[in-house]
């Protein structure tokens, strides 16, 4: 195996130099960090299978590009996608080739094994045959030798000792929902008793009390009972465990106490029955009184379960908290952009100021740039909530006041700051607009810049599970092969 690891890592290896040059301008525009040197060759393996089987002309996932993407070249996106897939799975099997290497590289230092002792398989497991290496100190010669060692033989006490073990076990599950042995008021469990390689047989009296897979016989019994006038009946069955040339039998005693037959109110209707029907009528009219008592007959109904309820119950609770989750989550997104967008909210504006613009000339001249821009910049909850401010301007609302409505709508504490601002400078004219506007500028984009840092430390900390899942696949990989290897 070391030499096949190796071939597929040299195979690899020269087809990566041999196409180090194929499409080297567009190589350095798409492909970058580790994937740099394995992008010629997957740009090679691309096109080649393009050719044969014109796998980027799937309509379908250009669509699908196109709607995550729509900026770009669909059918470019898709190529650079499946080339992105094959350079990471070159990786992979790189990255596994040298994990195989490094393993028959750690079992060729360890060396031969010297096996001195073979372990006999225990009895009942049948033989078991080593491959084993043996080498001549004459002429240090090695030959494969296949050795069967047959199974452990017990010697006559501990077969003794084991038959009288699977006897109490097989004795045990017999009784089946009985208490003991001397109080028999269900039936027995006689099947499925044989325990690994000892073969369990029974054997009932021939009085017919019990039937040979360990079920009462009621008519017997209760035959039995009206004619000797006694609810005690004492019977047997013997047990015999098998294991190779050795038997153990064994007779057990027991006391069979059914219900009183004549206290059985099935047992008074059927014998009504009886009495009135024979079997070759169809129809049984089911008597209207037993010993004097009026007596009615109902259809049994299925039991009622709360199935239904819990699930419902539990389908409800799912639903609320899916709604709720989805509701946090789309909260946290929208709070996220407002904080992004803030930054070159404040910057507009301070520009547009210093540029001789009044406020309002400046708030309009953002909403109508987003509005030109919103196809490629999509729904933006910031400049949406600019635009509900604008319209209750035009509505009659005082420009101050929507100037603070709209900083508390956007529910964050830089854009509730913003519109206090600017409604104190509606109100009271307050100076230094400029050098207030241009403080919050610097502010906020050291806020966006902190929160960037967050989103990247938050997508280190994803990686996290990733990584713990590569490191025990590969310890798997290298530790497997060394405990194989010491078993044999």
């Known amino acids: 195996m070391f030499y096949l690891y190796s071939i597929i890592l040299l195979v690899i290896l020269v087809m990566s130099i041999f196409t ?17 040197f394995f992008c010629g060759l997957s740009m090679y393996i691309a096109d080649n299978l393009h050719k044969r089987f014109r796998i980027f002309n799937d309509n379908e996932l250009q669509k699908k590009i196109q709607k995550l993407e729509p900026d770009k070249d669909s059918k470019i996106q898709v190529y650079l996608d499946f ?19 490094f393993n028959c ?35 240090k010669v090695k030959e494969n030798v296949a050795l069967t060692i047959d199974e452990y033989k017990m010697s006559e006490d501990e077969i003794s000792h084991h038959l009288d073990k699977v006897l109490n076990q097989v004795l045990h599950k017999c009784l089946g929902e009985n208490k003991d042995y001397m109080n028999i008021n269900k039936d027995l469990d006689f099947l499925n008793n044989d325990i690994n390689d000892v073969s369990v047989y029974f054997a009932v009296d021939e009085d017919g009390f019990i039937n040979e897979n360990g079920t009462l016989n009621e008519k017997r019994i209760y035959d039995y009972y009206e004619k000797n006038h006694t609810y ?47 079997v070759n009528e169809k129809n049984i009219v089911l008597p209207n009184d037993i010993d004097g008592t009026t ?7 299925e039991k009622e379960s709360p199935f239904f309820i819990i699930l419902g119950i539990g389908m409800g609770v799912l639903i609320f908290a899916a709604h709720d989750e989805k509701l946090k989550k789309q909260i946290k997104n929208r709070k996220i952009q407002l904080e992004t967008d803030y930054a070159s909210i404040v910057c507009k504006l301070t520009l547009l100021n210093e540029a001789g ?17 919103k196809m490629n910049y999509g729904y933006r909850y910031a400049y949406e909530e600019m635009k509900i401010a604008r319209y209750r301007m ?36 307050t100076k230094g607009l400029k050098t207030i506007l241009e403080g919050e500028v610097r502010e906020a984009f050291a806020d966006r810049k902190a929160l960037a840092k967050k989103k990247g430390e938050e997508a280190s900390t994803k990686l996290l599970m990733p990584m ?7 310890m798997a990989v290298v530790i497997i092969p060394a405990f194989m290897s010491m078993n044999l």
Request: hydrophobic residues 40%; contains cysteine.
């Open 357 to 373: 613009s009044t406020l309002l000339m400046a708030w309009d001249k953002i909403i109508t740039d987003y509005e030109s821009e």
């Open 20 to 36: 180090s040059k194929y499409k080297k301008e567009m190589r350095k525009k798409v492909c970058n960090g580790k994937k740099y």
């Open 468 to 474: 713990l899942l590569m490191l025990l696949v590969s």
């Open 83 to 101: 080339i992105n897939k094959v350079s990471t799975i070159i990786l992979c099997i790189i990255f596994f080739m040298i994990l195989g290497v």
């Open 295 to 301: 007596i009615k007959f109902f259809e049994k109904k």
């Open 232 to 278: 005690n009946i004492v019977t047997a069955f013997t047990v015999i465990v098998s294991y190779q040339d050795f038997n153990r039998e064994f007779t057990q005693p027991i006391g069979i106490r059914l219900e009183n037959k004549s206290n059985r109110l099935a047992d008074k209707i059927m014998k009504e029955i009886d009495k009135k029907y024979s």
């Open 105 to 139: 590289i750690s079992i060729r230092l360890k060396g031969d094994k010297t096996v001195t002792v073979l372990s006999r398989p225990e009895a009942g497991k049948g033989a078991q045959t080593y491959h084993l290496d043996v080498v001549s100190h004459g002429d």
């Open 394 to 429: 035009k509505n009659g609302v005082p420009e101050a006041e929507a100037y603070a409505e709209f900083g508390r709508r956007c529910d964050t504490a830089s854009y509730i700051k913003l519109g206090c601002l600017l409604e104190q400078n509606i109100k009271k004219g």
